[in-house]
C-alpha cells in the first residue's frame, strides 16, 4: 500500500464534497432527497465541454493550456457559464416539477419525482452527446512528486484550490450573511423563518443556485480528471449522499468531512481489497459512523 | 389622536381554516387600538389561535378582512407582514433553537435597513438584559422564560404597530408569567397594540384592557376586562374556573 490512496482519495473526496453540499442543502431546507443531484454533475460537464467549443471557435488560442494546466482560459472562462446554466437548470426543474408537489406535501412522491427526473434528464444527455465519454483534453499530464510517495498533476493542485476557495466561501455565506442565516432558519422552522419575515421562497431559490453551480465544479472536476460520460454524475450519486448522511444532514463542514472520509476510505479500499469493493467500503464507513452517532458527525440532534 | 389612527388592528368578519370548506374562524370581528392589550379568550378549539395565525397570514382566509392601521392587508404573505408592522409569536417552537441569540436577532433584524440593524439589536439587549448576557448561546439551551423574551425580542425588531402572542403563558411557571406579562404591559406604553391569546385567562385579564370571548369560531363576548372578569357567567362558562378552582377545558 502506498500513500498515493491519500491524494487520490482527497481528490475524490473534493469532488464528492462540491456535490454532496447541494445534497445536504437541499435535503435540510426542502425536506426531500434530490436524486437529480447527479445529473447537474453531468449537465455541468456537458455545458462546460459546450460552450468550451463555442469560445474555442470565436476565439483562436482559448484552448491553449495555461502554463503546467490541461485547460486553457476558454474552459476556465465556460466554467463560469455553465455554473450559472446549471444553477438555473436546478431552478427550471424546481419551478416545473418540485414547487408543484411541495405544494401538496407528500415527500415521498417528490422523491420519487426527482428519481423520475435523473432519468430524463440522464437519457436526454446520452441522446444529445451518446454515451461514448468525451473529454476536455487529450494531452496527457505528468503527475508531479510531492513527497511521502505521492503524486499529483498541475490539474489537481488547482482544483483542490478551487474546491477549498468554493467550500470557504459557502460556509462564509451560510455562517456570516444575513442570506445564510435566513436559509439554516428555514431550514429549522420554515413557520417562523416566514414569521420573522424571510422570504422562504427566495431561499429555496438560492439553494437550488448553490446546489446547482457546485454541482457543475463538481462535474468539470471529474471532467477534467476523468471523463464526460452521461453516468458520471450518477454514479457518484450513492457517495454523494453517504457523504451527506455522514457529516449529519444539512451541516456543510459536514457535508465536506464525510466526503473527504469517503473518497479516502474508497481509494484506500482499491489499494487494499480492490476495486470493484469501493463502494461497500464507503457504506461500511457510513454504516459504521451512523451506528455510534446516528445523527452524522456534525449533526445535531433534534 | 383620531379613532382610525387609534385603530392598529380591524380584524372584520373574518372566515378562515386550514381545509377549504371547513372553516375554524366563521365571522370573527376583533380591534386593537394603538397602547392597549386585548386579550382572545375562550375554550379549546374556539379558534383563538387560528385567529391570529390567518391575521399573520399562516392559515388561508376564505372571507373577510384584516387592516392594519387602516390599510387592508388580507391574505399578504406571512413574511412580509412583519414589515408593514404586524408581529407575532407563535406558541411553541417560537425561537429558532439550533442558531444563537444573537444570530436570532440578527436574523430578525434583516426586516430594517442595514444601518438600522445593530442598533435594533442593541436596543433589545437594554430592554431585556438576561438576553444580552446569553447572546452567544444557543437559544435551544435559553430557559422557557428567556425562550420568550427573545421570541417577543425578535418580534418586537422591527418596532411594530401590532404584536400579536399565541398563549406566552404556556409551559411557564406563574412567577415566570408574572414577569412576561410585566414587560407586556410595559410594551404597551410604547404605544404598541397587543394581541393576547390565552388559556390563562385570569392572568391575561389582569393585564388585558379588553378581551373578545370566542366560542366554536365566532364571537360571543366582548368588554373590558375589568367587566368581563368580574361577570360569573363568563367564569364559569368560557374562562375554564375563573373563580373557582382552575380545571382544564377538554379539548375539541
Redesign the interface.
Known amino acids: 500500500m502506498t500513500p498515493q490512496f491519500l491524494a487520490d482519495g482527497l481528490i475524490a473526496g473534493a469532488m464528492i464534497g462540491l456535490g454532496a453540499i447541494g445534497v445536504t442543502l437541499n435535503y435540510s431546507i426542502l425536506r426531500f432527497a434530490n436524486f437529480a443531484h447527479g445529473e447537474f454533475i453531468s449537465f455541468g460537464a456537458y455545458a462546460t465541454l459546450l460552450i468550451a467549443a463555442a469560445i474555442g471557435a470565436a476565439f483562436a488560442g482559448s484552448a491553449e493550456a495555461i502554463g503546467p494546466f490541461s485547460f486553457g482560459w476558454g474552459i476556465a472562462a465556460a466554467g463560469l457559464g455553465a455554473m450559472t446554466l446549471t444553477g438555473a437548470l436546478a431552478l427550471a426543474l424546481d419551478f416545473l416539477l418540485f414547487a408543484r408537489l411541495r405544494q401538496k406535501g407528500a415527500a415521498i412522491t417528490t422523491v420519487m419525482a426527482s428519481f423520475g427526473a435523473s432519468m430524463a434528464l440522464r437519457a436526454l444527455l446520452e441522446f444529445a452527446f451518446t454515451s461514448r465519454p468525451v473529454y476536455f483534453s487529450r494531452d496527457l499530464q505528468i503527475a508531479m512528486p510531492i513527497g511521502f510517495g505521492m503524486r499529483v498533476t498541475a490539474d489537481q493542485i488547482a482544483l483542490l484550490a478551487l474546491t477549498a476557495l468554493l467550500l470557504a466561501g459557502v460556509q462564509a455565506l451560510l455562517t456570516r450573511t444575513?442570506a445564510g442565516?435566513?436559509m439554516?432558519?428555514v431550514a429549522?422552522?420554515p413557520?417562523?423563518?416566514?414569521?420573522?419575515?424571510?422570504?422562504?421562497d427566495g431561499v429555496i431559490r438560492a439553494v437550488w443556485l448553490i446546489g446547482g453551480a457546485l454541482a457543475c465544479a463538481s462535474g468539470i472536476m471529474l471532467g477534467l480528471i476523468v471523463q464526460i460520460r452521461p453516468f458520471m454524475g450518477f454514479d457518484l450519486l450513492l457517495p454523494l449522499f453517504a457523504a451527506a448522511i455522514l457529516g449529519g444532514i444539512g451541516s456543510v463542514p459536514g457535508a465536506i468531512a464525510g466526503a473527504l472520509i469517503v473518497g479516502v476510505g474508497e481509494a484506500a479500499a482499491v489499494q487494499i481489497v480492490g476495486a470493484e469493493w469501493r463502494a461497500a467500503v464507503a457504506f461500511l464507513l457510513l454504516i459504521g459512523v451512523l451506528l455510534v452517532k446516528p445523527t452524522g458527525l456534525f449533526g445535531?440532534a433534534? | 389622536m383620531s379613532d382610525a389612527a387609534r385603530r392598529a388592528l380591524e380584524v372584520d368578519s373574518l372566515v378562515a381554516g386550514y381545509e377549504p370548506g371547513l372553516p375554524i374562524v366563521n365571522g370573527v370581528s376583533i380591534g386593537a387600538d394603538a397602547g392597549e392589550i386585548v386579550a382572545i379568550l375562550g375554550p379549546n378549539g374556539a379558534g383563538k389561535s387560528t385567529l391570529i395565525k390567518a391575521v399573520?397570514?399562516?392559515v388561508p382566509i376564505s372571507a373577510g378582512a384584516v387592516r392594519l392601521a387602516g390599510a387592508e392587508i388580507t391574505r399578504l404573505?406571512?413574511?412580509?407582514?412583519?414589515?408593514r408592522g404586524l408581529a407575532?409569536?407563535?406558541q411553541t417552537?417560537?425561537?429558532?433553537?439550533?442558531?444563537t441569540v444573537a444570530?436570532n436577532l440578527?436574523?430578525?433584524s434583516?426586516?430594517v435597513t442595514a444601518p438600522l440593524r445593530v442598533g435594533r439589536i442593541e436596543a433589545m439587549y437594554a430592554f431585556f438584559p438576561d438576553l444580552a448576557r446569553q447572546r452567544a448561546l444557543l437559544a435551544g439551551r435559553l430557559s422557557g422564560g428567556q425562550r420568550q423574551m427573545l421570541a417577543i425580542a425578535?418580534a418586537l425588531i422591527?418596532e411594530p404597530r401590532v404584536l400579536m402572542l399565541d398563549e406566552p403563558s404556556a409551559g411557564l411557571s406563574p412567577k415566570l408569567v408574572e414577569t412576561v406579562f410585566a414587560r407586556l404591559t410595559e410594551i404597551r406604553q410604547s404605544g404598541v397594540a397587543i394581541v393576547l391569546v390565552e388559556q390563562n385567562a385570569r392572568a391575561a385579564l389582569r393585564i388585558a384592557n379588553r378581551a373578545y370571548i370566542l366560542v366554536e369560531g365566532r364571537n360571543r363576548r366582548e368588554g373590558s376586562a375589568r367587566d368581563l372578569a368580574d361577570d360569573p357567567d363568563v367564569a364559569g362558562l368560557y374562562l375554564g374556573g375563573l373563580r373557582a378552582a382552575p380545571m382544564r377545558q377538554a379539548a375539541s
Request: aromatic share 4%; hydrophobic share 45%.
Open positions: 444575513q442565516r435566513a439554516r432558519a429549522e422552522n413557520t417562523l423563518a416566514r414569521v420573522a419575515g424571510v422570504d422562504v445535531r433534534d | 399573520a397570514g399562516l404573505p406571512a413574511h412580509t407582514m412583519v414589515r407575532f409569536t407563535p417552537e417560537n425561537v429558532f433553537a439550533s442558531m444570530d440578527r436574523l430578525a434583516g426586516i425578535r422591527g
